[in-house]
């Protein structure tokens, strides 16, 4: 199993990027997915989450209303496209999967890291002022 991410880069504040997580080894539709970050000298972070499906989708409140988590399961890939980005979101960004769980009330909204089996190589982000 490999996630490949891609499409970090130096971009200034306000600006916007499109990170692509390509995967290989699983077929992504019977998996939830999601995106992580780490600052340098910090702990990785939850960012984003998306059900197999691509049906509900759950962002920590620092990245709510300006980054949005979406999958294309034909291509076996997941993006999270960032928007009005700040020096702050700046961070190595890593996807991650694992086998999709429901519960009666709809599927499990993993935002642990423990949380992932499967993680990506991450792509660096770096946001200026």
């Known amino acids: 199993v490999q996630l490949q991410a891609s499409g970090g880069g130096l971009v200034q504040a306000g600006g916007s990027l499109r990170l692509s997580c390509a995967a290989s080894?699983?077929?992504?539709?019977?998996?939830?997915m999601g995106w992580f970050r780490q600052a340098p000298g910090k702990e990785r972070d939850f960012a984003a989450a998306?059900?197999?499906?691509?049906?509900?989708?759950y962002y920590a409140d620092s990245v709510k209303g300006r980054f949005t988590i979406s999958r294309d399961n034909a291509k076996n890939t997941l993006y999270l496209q960032m928007s009005s980005l700040k020096p702050e979101d700046t961070a190595v960004y890593y996807c991650?999967?694992?086998?999709?769980?429901?519960?009666?009330?709809?599927?499990?909204?993993?935002?642990?890291?423990?949380?992932?089996?499967?993680w990506g190589q991450g792509t660096l982000v770096t946001v200026s002022s």
């Open positions: 998306v059900s197999s499906s691509g049906g509900s989708a």
């Open positions: 080894g699983l077929t992504i539709s019977s998996f939830a």
């Open positions: 991650a999967a694992d086998q999709e769980t429901y519960y009666s009330s709809g599927p499990w909204v993993r935002t642990m890291a423990y949380e992932y089996k499967f």
